[in-house]
C-alpha cells in the first residue's frame, strides 16, 4: 500500500497544530497564510520548469511553513534562529551595497567575526545551502528530497522579503514604538481572505516578471539575486516605521500598511519563482510529471562552507527579542 498520501496528511496535521500552538507568538514573517501563499503562487509563476512547479505547488506551500512550525522549537531552536533574518544595516546603508566578499560566509566571519555575524542573520546563505542541497538532490534523481529543500528554502527568501526582517530596528523605531513587526506581516495580512490574498499577490508578481526593468534587477546568480531582494526590502522599513508613528495601525494606517505588505509579498514570490526557476534548471530539469507526496524533512543544520561549527548558538540576550523574527 502506497504510504505517501498518509505521510502528506499526518505533516499536513502536524504542521496545522505548531502553527495554532504556536500562533500567538510573534515568529512567523508573512505568517502562515503568507508563507504558504508565496512559495505556493512562485510554483504557479516558475519562470522555468512551469509544469513541474505547478503540480508541486500545494506541498511547496505546506513546505514553506516548516522551518517556523517545526524547526523552531525543541533541540534545534536556539541554531535555527538567526537563519530566519540579515541586519543589512549592520554592514551598509543607502544606498544599499553589500561588499562582493558577502558572497562567501568564510570571507565575512574573517571580517566581521562569526559572533557579530550570528547575531546579525544568516538568512543570506541559509538559502544558498539549501539551493544547493536541493539541486544536489534533483541531479542525483531523488526528487522527494529534492523537493523537501526547495520547500523550506522558500521559506527564507520569503523572509528576505519582509523588510522588518532586514533590519536592526526590527520591531518599532529603536523599540520606542513595539508590535509593528507581527502587525505589519501577520495580524494586518490575515484581514483579507485567503483567496483574495493569493489573488492579489499573484497579480502583481506576474506583472513584477512581466517588467523587463525588475527581470533585469534579479541578478545572474543566487547570491545577488537574494541580495538584491533584501536590498528592496530595505528600502521599506523607514516608511513602514514612519506610517506606524503618524497613523497607526487602523483605519488609513492600516490599508497603507497593507498596500505594503502586498508589495512586499509579490515581490518575494516573483523572486523565489525566478529562484526555483534556476533550481528547476541547475538540477538537471528533472523528468516528473506528477505532484509528490513528502515529509516534513529533519532540521538541517546551518551549514557554510564548514564555518558554522560547535560555537554556532543562541544569539546573546540583548537580541531576545528577535523571537519576531
Not at 530566519?84 to 566571519?109: E, G, I, K, M, N
Not at 523587463?212 to 526590502?233: A, C, K, Q, V
Request: glycine share 8%; hydrophobic share 35%.
Amino acid at each position: 500500500m502506497d504510504q505517501a498520501p498518509a505521510r502528506r496528511v499526518a505533516v499536513s496535521t502536524l504542521v496545522f497544530l505548531f502553527t495554532h500552538l504556536l500562533g500567538s507568538k510573534e515568529g512567523w514573517a508573512w505568517g502562515r497564510l503568507g508563507h504558504e501563499i508565496i512559495a505556493e503562487v512562485a510554483s504557479e509563476i516558475a519562470t522555468d520548469g512551469s509544469d513541474f512547479w505547478l503540480k508541486q505547488s500545494s506541498e511547496l506551500g505546506t513546505l514553506a511553513t516548516v522551518p517556523d512550525s517545526l524547526w523552531k522549537s525543541g533541540p534545534s531552536a536556539g541554531r535555527e534562529g538567526s537563519t530566519h533574518w540579515f541586519h543589512l544595516d549592520a554592514y551598509t546603508s543607502p544606498p544599499w551595497q553589500l561588499p562582493d566578499s558577502f558572497r562567501s560566509y568564510a570571507a565575512t566571519v574573517r571580517s566581521y567575526g562569526e559572533r557579530t555575524v550570528i547575531d546579525n542573520g544568516t538568512a543570506l546563505w541559509r538559502v544558498d545551502q539549501l539551493f544547493e542541497l536541493s539541486q544536489e538532490a534533483f541531479q542525483v534523481g531523488d526528487y522527494e528530497r529534492g523537493l523537501q529543500m526547495a520547500g523550506v528554502m522558500a521559506h527564507y527568501v520569503a523572509d528576505l522579503g519582509q523588510p522588518l526582517h532586514v533590519t536592526e530596528d526590527y520591531d518599532g523605531r529603536n523599540g520606542s514604538k513595539t508590535g509593528i513587526h507581527s502587525f505589519f506581516e501577520s495580524s494586518n495580512v490575515q484581514t483579507m481572505d485567503r483567496s483574495r490574498l493569493k489573488s492579489d499577490v499573484q497579480t502583481r508578481a506576474q506583472a513584477l516578471l512581466a517588467d523587463p526593468t525588475y527581470r533585469n534587477s534579479l541578478g545572474n546568480d543566487i547570491p545577488s539575486t537574494i541580495t538584491r531582494l533584501m536590498m528592496r526590502s530595505a528600502d521599506s522599513v523607514e516608511t513602514i516605521l514612519d506610517l506606524d508613528e503618524s497613523l497607526g495601525r487602523s483605519g488609513q494606517g492600516a490599508r497603507a500598511q497593507l498596500e505594503l505588505a502586498l508589495e512586499r509579498m509579490a515581490d518575494s514570490t516573483a523572486t523565489l519563482a525566478w529562484v526555483i526557476g534556476r533550481l528547476w534548471v541547475e538540477g538537471g530539469r528533472p523528468p516528473i510529471d506528477r505532484s509528490l507526496d513528502v515529509s516534513a524533512p529533519a532540521w538541517v543544520a546551518p551549514s557554510y562552507i564548514g564555518f558554522l561549527e560547535s560555537s554556532f548558538e543562541e544569539p546573546p540576550h540583548r537580541h531576545s527579542g528577535h523571537d519576531c523574527h
